[in-house]
């Protein structure tokens, strides 16, 4: 098993910049997606110590829970509800900076704060999104944005 380089960089561009090229190792050789979702999760958690991350996986009408790093959360979320359901619904990665202001904000945990979340496309369809939450106000930007819209277009093969 490959271990992960330790990300020392202090700008979080160059923390994205040097665990991507590892992620892609990690997903280009293994065919499973929940492994790959699993490493994933494991990789930005560690690297970047947010509150909650994971992802959801599409099945049916909504979206369950599957692999992820942090404290217990839903289990199941409706299409078009909460962050992660309106993310599914209108096919776009959704920056949240305070959860609160979040019309139908799913509060799994009280402690999130802020909140990205981005669709897994697979074949020109939604499978899945990841959901990353932050213990701390406006913690997601342009830079997020970008790099973990990057990192889970690694799942469409």
């Given at each position: 098993?490959?271990?992960?380089v330790p990300i020392i960089a202090d700008c979080k561009d160059d923390r994205y910049a040097q665990l991507y090229p590892q992620l892609k190792s990690l997903v280009e050789g293994e065919s ?126």
């Amino acid at each position: 098993m490959e271990e992960l380089v330790p990300i020392i960089a202090d700008c979080k561009d160059d923390r994205y910049a040097q665990l991507y090229p590892q992620l892609k190792s990690l997903v280009e050789g293994e065919s499973d997606d929940i492994a790959n979702m699993a490493n994933i999760s494991a990789a930005l958690h560690a690297t970047f110590g947010f509150w909650w991350t994971g992802f959801y996986r599409v099945i049916g009408d909504e979206l369950i829970l599957g692999p992820f790093q942090g404290h217990v959360a839903c289990c199941r979320i409706a299409y078009g509800r909460g962050v992660c359901g309106t993310a599914w619904r209108e096919q776009q990665t959704q920056v949240v900076e305070d959860v609160e202001l979040f019309p139908g904000h799913i509060a799994c945990s009280s402690a999130s704060r802020s909140e990205i979340v981005v669709p897994v496309w697979r074949a020109g369809v939604i499978v899945g999104v990841l959901d990353i939450d932050s213990q701390h106000l406006a913690t997601f930007d342009s830079t997020d944005k970008e790099w973990l819209e990057r990192i889970v277009s690694l799942l469409d093969k």
